[in-house]
């Protein structure tokens, strides 16, 4: 196991990333509402750099008492990246994919301590 400094926590915007190369590895560090989240560079699908992606809140349809569509909206409480190649998102806290829960991105330990980021690695 490995511990690299990825960097100062005020050099992270919010929300903001960073993407990290280790060894034949990258690693995304994401910042979202003040907490740390990191991520495996590739995507589940065929491999694209998905944490490079852009970052959308995810879209959600307002439905009617009858079911019909009465729009789009932003869902405020959850941020996707957006993997550049096709286009499959993934939840910046969870990594999971929001309709196939099973395809999700690949964890990677963040520490945080005296204003410094960290990530573990094998
Ligand atoms: S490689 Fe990411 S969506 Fe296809």
Redesign the pocket.
Known sequence: MQTVRVGRVDEFEDPGRKVIAVGDMEVGVFRLDGEFFAWVND?P????P?CQGRLFNRVLEVLGTDQSSHGRTWDEDNLHIV?P????EYDVRTGKHPGMPDIALTPVTVQVQNGEVHIVVE
């Open positions: 995507c699908h065929q491999g694209g998905v993997c190649w096709h286009g499959f």
